[in-house]
Structures are given as C-alpha cells and as structure tokens.
C-alpha cells in the first residue's frame, strides 16, 4: 500500500501565478482534506472533499479551490498567489462511508512544500 | 481558535516515560479525542484517538480525564525517535479540524 501520495514536491512560484497541486489518497480511502501549513504554525484546514463534492470548507479566500475526481484523487488550485501562500501544503486521506465529516483516522501525506517569490 | 490547549514545548529523558497534557474545557459529548505527531520534514501521524474511556494501542495510550476536559497522552518509553510535534484534537461529525501549536516534545540521551 502506497499511502498518501502528493506531487509535485517543490514547487516555487512567483506572485500572481496560478498553482495545481495532486493528491492520491490511501487505497480504500474516499475522503481527501487539504491543509495549509505555514512555518511553525499547525496545519489549517482548507476543505475537504467526499464524492467529488467540497463537503467541509476553512477560512480561506475563493481564491482556493480544489476538486475531487471519480477515483478519489484530488486537486487543490491556488490564484493569483500572494507571498503569504508560501506554505506546506498538506493532503490527508479518510475512509467515510456516512455523511457527515468524518472522525476516522487521517493518513496525511508527505506535503508540497510552495514557494512563492 | 482551537479548541485544545496544549504545552509549547517539553522535554524527556530517553528510555523514561513522558506524559503529554492537554486540555479541553469546551469538549462536546460527539467529540473525539485524536493525537497525531509531526516528525521534521514530515507530514503528520496518527497516534491513537479515544472518545471516553482510556485507550492503548503500540504506539502510545491515551488516558482521559472522567469529565472529558483533558487528556493525557503517554508515551511509555521515549526514545530519541519519538522528537516530533504532538498535537491533540477535537474531531466530530460537524465541526472542521482545527490543529493548535502543538506541544514540541524534546528527547535528551
């Protein structure tokens, strides 16, 4: 088993530039969150998604958005970058097969590591 | 804001166990208790997660306070691989996760 999975591992921007950032969750997993983790700080909640919808959602502007595909894979996409969005970003998977947000285990990722300039 | 209060940092002797506190005043009776560990340069770990009574797994036990407002993970014998961030969470059905600063556990040899 292949875990979590999240590509690429660097990457550096520069401001106003658009981002896509991958996702693979654990097989057997069909829930992915998304969190933003700036230096020091713990990782912020961004969203989380089950059955290709955004079911949870943080305090982050629209310029966030992601996506879940039909295989459970997901994508966070990041506009019109600022400085401040220099962070790890975290993807974390769960199984849920109920509504609601899960309380399952998290398995988290090794992160992507942005830079913008 | 969190919903956790947790030690900034904390330090343990090798081969000794360590008891990592945290609090939770405002818990709710749907809340989990949930404790992951960041090691440098990695992503988070799960560690163990309980909702009223004690729990024990490999890694770690999780005692919780009879009236559910704090919790104790025990790390039975720390070893310089157990250095990492700790944190501790509330996680239930309604609520987004909210991560704190975490308790940044210092192993000496």
């Known amino acids: 088993d292949a875990g979590v999975t999240q590509s690429p591992t660097h990457l550096i921007k520069t401001r106003g530039q658009q981002v896509t950032l991958r996702c693979s969750p654990k097989?057997?997993?069909?829930?992915v969150s998304w969190y933003q983790q700036a230096l020091g700080q713990g990782p912020q909640f961004i969203f989380q998604?089950?059955?290709?919808?955004?079911?949870q959602r943080g305090n982050f502007p629209d310029r966030f958005s992601g996506h879940q595909f039909p295989n459970y894979s997901s994508e966070l996409n990041v506009n019109a970058l600022l400085l401040g969005d220099s962070a790890l970003y975290l993807c974390?998977?769960?199984?849920?097969?109920?509504?609601?947000?899960?309380?399952?285990?998290?398995?988290f990722g090794p992160g992507t590591r942005l830079t913008v300039l | 804001d969190a919903k956790t209060t947790q030690p900034n940092s904390m330090e343990s002797n090798e081969e000794e166990p360590v008891h990592l506190p945290c609090n939770h005043s405002?818990?709710?009776?749907?809340?989990?208790i949930h404790w992951y560990r960041q090691l440098p340069s990695q992503g988070p770990e799960y560690v163990i997660h309980?909702?009223?009574s004690n729990v024990n797994n490999r890694m770690a036990s999780l005692a919780i306070a009879e009236d559910r407002k704090s919790s104790t993970l025990i790390l039975h014998r720390a070893t310089l691989r157990d250095a990492a961030v700790y944190y501790c969470?509330?996680?239930?059905?309604?609520?987004?996760?909210?991560f704190g600063k975490g308790t940044r556990l210092h192993i000496l040899p």
């Open positions: 097989s057997g997993h069909d829930t």
């Open positions: 998604y089950y059955e290709e919808e955004e079911r």
């Open positions: 309980g909702l009223t």
């Open positions: 969470i509330l996680m239930n059905r309604d609520d987004k996760i909210i």
């Open positions: 405002t818990i709710s009776g749907t809340d989990y």
């Open positions: 974390a998977s769960s199984y849920d097969g109920l509504a609601g947000t899960s309380t399952d285990t998290q398995y």
